[in-house]
């Protein structure tokens, strides 16, 4: 099995113990949640919703009405709405990561408060927007229109939210003495949470590289941030199993 077997390495559980007395059996359960959540997300906004890739912020009315009235909005806005809180242990992941750094507990407190506001801003609202326009299909198509446009300005607009998460993350890493998470990881953070500043744009661009289906807005920051969201987790994961066992709260109970 690779380093990704629970409970694999003389770090993660002495050898003769059964994996289910695994100290840090808890953490590992937390752990794989993360990637059903985000496989449930990608399902939710894209094959689900299809509200990703962005629409086009210049789609014409027809197309808009058409958009907002799919019965498959409801479907995916379901699903969210039972998934959603899978992402508060992803966010929990990272803060027992923060906790074992030599930084201060602000940086802790600061992750929580940005990870809530952007999960209720940047998920939250955009799929009640465009659950709306299919659970009333007689809204006034100007009502759609109004929906469709609160709904991506919030989903792509919001990012910003995310730039405190992701600053704290790495300035927590770049100044742990503790090395809990490898140093490359902080300044990769840096540049990654740097990309979500073009989100701004959104709000003042309709067409071109700034609106929030182009090429800055969008795709680059998801090619940055795809590959980063895979990278940290990893490098979670192995701190994990890198983490002693004296560490650990339930570490007195035997």
Known sequence: MSDFALGSGAASAP???PWYQNKKLDQYICFWSIPIFYNLFGLVFVPLSYMMPPRSPSSDMSEIVAFMQSPNLLIASSILILSLGLSAVGNAMYVSQIKRMSVSPVFIYAFLA????????????????????AFRPGYDPEILAMLYDFGYLSFIGSLGCFCLNWGLLSLAII????????????????????????????????????????????????????????????CIFKAIKAQPESELGNAQYE
């Open 15 to 17: 050898a003769g113990r």
């Open 114 to 133: 940005g990870s809530m506001t952007g999960a209720i801003v940047g998920c939250l609202f955009p799929m009640f927007c465009f659950g709306l326009g």
């Open 175 to 234: 100044l742990d003495k503790n090395t809990i998470l490898p140093k490359w990881l902080g300044y990769y953070t840096a540049w990654q949470f740097a990309t979500e500043l073009f989100a701004a744009t959104v709000w003042a661009s309709k067409t071109g590289p700034f609106a929030w289906d182009g090429l800055m807005a969008f795709w680059f920051n998801m090619v940055i941030y795809v590959p980063w969201q895979i990278i940290v987790y990893v």
